[in-house]
């Protein structure tokens, strides 16, 4: 018999797939609480592009409104610029009909309070004791309003981007840039951006009709076609954003895939050299940002996985930029969001304002190598793996804030069972390519076995 996955429930939101465990009575249900826990008001809803939106998306009207909200429809948008409008239009909150990077079966909802930033775990808590508890407060006939729908909402965001960085030194440089949108929301905005910013561009997968162009993880296994066309098309750069725009991958102008975690580390870079302050980044984002860190004589503060706690950290101690090491760029000047379109502004004004070569920018943060796996197990059978393997390296350096991660003199090992999805992430880096794959493979050997035992 084909296994059911459960609907998944984090502070990220809820994913599931859809008509399995993902339904519009559930979505409607989530949408009621939501609706319930904030109080009646402004909720701007927005989806990504996968073809279970609309569907999911009428579900999520429904509850609202049956809550006395005013949903507002902002239609396909990056979710970055659904967090920002939120915020600038004091909307009550956001949900948001997306499953990220997940394949084309699933979906989810995001849900964002009135800061115009996920919601921070109290939050999430007071909100799911609602949803479980099913004590909705209905609103009589007489209160219950229609959906209003908002076009072109996003030239906001644009703008805003556009006044925090140097406009007329990129344009100057005219660059040439391919981007590959993986069929996402980002295709909405982006072409204007760099339209805007002077650059001469080849867009591919801009289709936001449905189908996702290739496995949608801005991996560099998933570029290939980019890396062809950044050559072809002699561009100075390729940028790749992930179905939700929240995370950005870079190809020099070599059409080579630099990985996604030198996007932090070339923004982190870039910020400090004008700006001194804190950084704030998750646990598995590369010692690179030490490093730079260090530099500038700034302190690095790590925290778990997931946007709201590097964003909380952020907040928190007046970070000057952050992120996290999957290519989600999070500069405050902007807002305090991963956003693919505000990082592609910093690594375009980076490149203008150094008059260097991608390549050449890249090289600097070339001595460490991250590799990053994962292992398909059930989360149950995942967390007891990871305590196992917690009492057996006791007598290292760890850290047991998310998962286990292993810190040694010029290397780390992250082990952590994923909130999303049944799949153990395992990351590792070094100073050469060789060590950081003989850890990942010693340590999936490692957990491989102790799976066995649990099983
Ligand atoms: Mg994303």
Redesign the pocket.
């Known amino acids: 018999m084909k296994r059911r996955l459960p609907l998944k429930v984090s502070v990220s939101g809820v994913r599931g797939i859809v008509g399995e465990s993902l339904t519009p009575q559930i979505a409607a249900r989530f949408a009621s609480a939501f609706g319930t826990y904030l109080g009646p008001g402004t909720f701007l809803i927005g989806q990504d592009t996968r073809p279970s939106g609309t569907m999911l998306k009428k579900a999520v009207l429904s509850g609202l409104l049956a809550t006395g909200c005013q949903p507002v429809e902002v239609g396909v948008l990056p979710?970055p610029t659904i967090l920002f409008l939120t915020r600038e239009k004091q909307a009550r909150g956001a949900v948001v009909v997306t499953a990220?990077?997940n394949p084309p079966e699933w979906n989810g909802l995001k849900f964002i309070g009135p800061e115009g930033i996920y919601l921070r775990h109290s939050q999430v808590e007071e909100f799911l004791d609602i949803f479980h508890q099913g004590e909705f407060t209905l609103a009589p006939a007489e209160r219950i309003k229609s959906p209003l729908q908002e076009k072109n909402a996003g030239e906001l965001h644009l703008e805003r981007i556009l006044s925090k960085i140097k406009v007329k030194s990129i344009r100057r440089c005219r660059f040439r840039v391919v981007v590959d949108c993986a069929n996402g929301a980002g295709a909405v905005l982006i072409p204007r951006l760099l339209q805007e910013l002077g650059c001469e561009t080849l867009l591919l997968n801009t289709d936001i009709g449905g189908e996702f162009a290739h496995q949608s993880e801005p991996v560099p296994e998933n570029l290939g076609e980019l890396c062809r066309r950044v050559k072809e098309f002699r561009a100075d750069l390729g940028l790749a954003q992930?179905?939700?725009a929240?995370?950005l991958a870079l190809v020099d102008e070599k059409g080579r895939p630099l990985g996604e975690d030198l996007t932090l580390s070339l923004a982190v870079a870039h910020v400090l050299r004008k700006k001194r302050g804190p950084v704030a980044v998750n646990l598995s984002a590369s010692m690179a940002i030490d490093d730079l860190a260090a530099r500038y004589r700034v302190p690095v503060i790590r925290t778990k996985i997931g946007e709201i706690n590097v964003v909380e950290a952020m907040l928190e101690n007046g970070a000057v930029i952050g992120g996290e090491g999957n290519g989600g760029v999070i500069w405050p000047e902007v807002h305090p969001c991963r956003d693919s379109l505000a990082a592609s502004g910093l690594i375009l004004e980076m490149l203008a304002e150094s008059r260097q070569p991608l390549s050449s920018l890249a090289a600097e943060f070339k001595r460490y190598y991250l590799i990053k796996e994962k292992l398909e197990c059930p989360a149950e059978v995942a967390f007891r793996a990871v305590v196992e393997l917690r009492r057996r390296y006791r007598a290292e350096r760890l850290s047991t804030l998310d998962g286990l991660k292993i810190s040694r003199e010029d290397s780390w090992v992250h082990i952590r069972p994923s909130n999303t999805e049944p799949i153990i992430r395992l990351m590792a880096e070094s100073r050469s390519a060789a060590r950081s794959r003989r850890l990942i493979e010693k340590f999936k050997k490692e957990i491989k076995d102790t799976i066995k035992k649990f099983r």
């Open positions: 979710i990220s990077h992930d179905v939700d929240d995370r």
